[in-house]
């Protein structure tokens, strides 16, 4: 499926949070864009005074693919993948079904992680630490996800973006899985983000999302379970990524039973939003301190005896 060029992106500047929906601009100069390149765009045609310049170093691709009892999915998932990606690293939940065995015959150069814990946070941040490529992307192995999109979320993190996350609730994407709940309660924790951060985001709880790998350290992820989604948006937030949605579909799970509880998981990520927040109000509190004139801090050192 060939979807819509279109992005949705939000942008937080130093000097205030700003939010704009713009269509990309830029196509043909990505080596993954779904536009044919123009001679002006080539970097091969470039000149300097001295000389041709010399072609850009492509950047490579990590895919994430954290997986628990997937084993009927796999060939489906695996099968999708483009060439533009350059490693695919699975993270195992200690399935009992047969993961392993598919993965590696569907994709012979896979490579396994062990997670250390439990969950879907604690497996993608194992599979992170391990990933090797200047970006990296993840995705569900339930089949939910088509890693034939992967293209339009490298269009913009090689044009500018930092952290770019698939969003089912624009022109162009949707999904064919989400029931009525979850819509809702994907949607009170999308308000309650956009309004603490001043953002315009339209998707929050969704797992098909790509970064820089250098901005790992900046995201912080600490998530453990089903909440490390809305944590990875909310850090890009914080940190003043600069954040692009692309339309995705989401597809139903093609077999097996899902692990998401949506109250307790939904539960889980309004805690982890909440706490987030708690810890900017902090930080700022702090940085107000500093501020202060010398009689404000003499005040307040007063008032706090
Ligand atoms: N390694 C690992 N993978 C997990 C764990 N829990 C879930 N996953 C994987 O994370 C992905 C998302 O989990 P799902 O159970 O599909 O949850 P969901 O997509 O939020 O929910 P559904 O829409 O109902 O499928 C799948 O690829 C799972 O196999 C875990 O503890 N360890
Ligand atoms: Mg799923």
Redesign the pocket.
Known sequence: MDLPNTAHTTQNGASGTHVTAAPATTAGASPWSTEPATHADSPLHATTPLGPAPAPRALTVSLV??????ARNLAWVLGEIPDCVDEVVM???RSEDATLLMASIHRPDIRFVA?SG???G??LRAGFASATGDIVVMI???G?MSAREIPHFLHFLTHGYDFVKGSRFIAGGGSL?ITAFRRTGNWALLQLVNTLYDANLTDLCY?FCAFHRQFLDLLDLTADG?DIEAQMTVHALKAGLRIAEVPSLELP?RSGR???HAIRDGNLVLRSVLRDRQRRHRARHALDLLHLPYSGRRQLATHHG
């Open positions: 693919i954290p997986a628990k009892n997937e993270v195992d939940g997670q439990t969950g879907k604690d497996a569900d192995a339930d939910s899985d797992g089903f799970r899902s692990n998401l």
